[in-house]
């Protein structure tokens, strides 16, 4: 997840499309994760990245983000299991996600990125709750067509959120779990994380 320290950086950076706000979050720390971000500053996060880096930076689509949650042939609700509990993950325990799971801590604010030491399959953390996180693809059903590496649709009015943040309850951060929210709008506990694709040159 995207810290309050990359965000400052990124906001010093030149304007490309439009202004980032100086502080979107309502605690802070640098190692806190930014969860006050439209879908509109995010996109104008990763371009300014790309402005200053020469790469690519960009949001993942949402086939990305559950494949790298999943991380692989992964059929659990969570990338390190079948329940969340508070132990693994910053979430709203109530109602809890099975019966048989005691009512866990409910922190109700975000907690560094740093906090959770489980990794997904692919070695990203806190892909479960804490923020909930942008997606490139704008919000659609499903195709019932089989596609290789999946986009949503061209167009629409509202863009998907994956994982759940502080305030979802476990059966919103599932791994399949989606949201979707307009571009300009941002939730108490919406953050993001950021793809930069593997850069190829020459040919074989």
């Known amino acids: 997840e995207i810290t309050q320290q990359q965000w400052s950086t990124a906001q010093r950076l030149p304007l490309i499309e439009r202004s980032l ?6 605690k802070a720390g640098s190692d806190l994760p930014v969860h006050i971000v439209t879908w509109e500053e995010a996109r ?48 709203n325990p109530a109602p ?10 409910n922190r ?14 692919f070695g990203l953390y806190q892909l479960h709750g804490n923020v909930k996180e942008w997606c490139l693809d704008f919000y659609g059903p499903y195709t019932t067509e089989a596609q290789v590496n999946p986009r949503g649709p ?13 305030r979802s309850p ?4 599932r791994t399949s779990a989606r ?11 919406t953050g993001f994380r ?10 074989e």
């Not at 167009?155 to 959120?161: K, R, T």
Request: glycine residues 10%; charged residues 15%.
């Open 21 to 26: 706000s100086a502080s979107p979050w309502t």
């Open 44 to 91: 104008e996060f990763c371009l300014r990245l790309t402005a200053y880096t020469g790469r690519v930076h960009r949001l993942p689509t949402e086939a990305e983000w559950e494949y790298a949650c999943r991380g692989g042939p992964v059929d659990t609700p969570f990338h390190f299991g079948p329940v969340l509990t508070d132990q693994v993950a910053n979430f």
């Open 96 to 105: 809890p996600f099975t019966q048989s799971i005691p009512p866990g801590l």
């Open 108 to 121: 109700n604010e975000v907690v560094s990125v740093e906090t959770y030491p489980y990794a997904s399959h």
């Open 154 to 166: 061209k167009s629409g009015q509202e863009h998907v959120l994956r994982g759940g943040g502080y």
């Open 170 to 173: 476990a059966t919103n951060c």
């Open 179 to 189: 949201y979707h929210e307009p571009a300009n709008r941002s939730g108490l506990d």
């Open 194 to 203: 950021v793809v930069i694709p593997e850069v190829v040159t020459g040919s």
